[in-house]
């Protein structure tokens, strides 16, 4: 598995990364879906 740098998938989903992480720490804490241009959820 390939780990995409965080400076590029923001970079990727531009205005939408702030909103993203968040609906991500809301239905994903655990960051188990993490493949393909993987947004960490928000803390």
Same mark, same amino acid.
């Given at each position: 598995?390939? $780990? $995409?740098? $965080? $400076?590029?998938v923001k970079a990727t989903y531009? =205005?939408? &990364? =702030?909103?993203?992480?968040? #609906? *991500?720490?809301? &239905? =994903?804490?655990?960051?188990?879906?993490?493949?393909?241009?993987? #947004? *960490?959820p928000k803390r």
């Amino acid at each position: 598995m390939m $780990e $995409e740098g $965080e $400076e590029r998938v923001k970079a990727t989903y531009r =205005d939408s &990364y =702030d909103r993203l992480a968040t #609906i *991500k720490a809301k &239905y =994903d804490p655990t960051n188990f879906f993490r493949v393909n241009q993987n #947004i *960490k959820p928000k803390r």
